[in-house]
């Protein structure tokens, strides 16, 4: 993927802040943070989101976020972490590279990836759950 902005940057080709690197993955800090420290965990492999994305490496990319949050809580003195994960455009993905958040929270100022919400319909206690079960 020659124009996708992750692939250059994850290889290197473009800089940026990054806090890890390895032969699978890069961690950049977000150039639009939610808050103070807010990362991405991109996969230095081209998928588009988690449906292209092979299992084994979305749950590296969870495991990495895993060995990060500790280091990240210290360096940052935050007092919480979100992980965020879009997918399509209807989920707010603006960048088609799959990419993991880390948005550190701080005390007091809410968290960074927030909702409305809703209240669950009587009916899709059930229609959803039997919908899904059978597909899978
Ligand atoms: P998405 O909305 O696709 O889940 O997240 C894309 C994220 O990438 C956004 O939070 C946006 O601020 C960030 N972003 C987009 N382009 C760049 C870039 O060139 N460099 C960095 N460091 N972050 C970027
Ligand atoms: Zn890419």
Redesign the pocket.
């Known amino acids: 993927m020659d124009n996708c902005?992750?692939c250059l940057?994850a290889k290197g080709d473009?800089p940026?802040?990054t806090l890890y690197e390895d032969e699978k993955f890069r961690v950049?800090?977000?150039?639009?943070?939610?808050a103070r420290g807010?990362a991405?965990v991109i996969p230095k492999e081209h998928y588009a989101d988690l449906f292209e994305i092979p299992a084994d490496l979305a749950a590296e990319a969870v495991k990495l976020a895993k060995r990060l949050l500790p280091a990240m809580k210290e360096a940052l003195s935050c007092d919480g972490f979100q992980l965020?994960?879009?997918n399509g455009e209807a989920?707010?993905?603006?960048?088609?590279h799959y990419?993991l958040?880390i948005i550190p929270c701080y005390a007091g100022k809410g968290p960074g990836a927030a909702w409305t919400p809703g209240e669950l319909a009587e009916e899709d206690k059930t229609a959803i759950p039997e919908a899904v079960k059978k597909l899978l």
């Open positions: 902005i992750f940057i473009i940026s802040a950049i800090l977000d150039l639009g943070p939610a807010h991405l965020v994960q879009n989920a707010g993905q603006t960048v088609s990419h958040h």
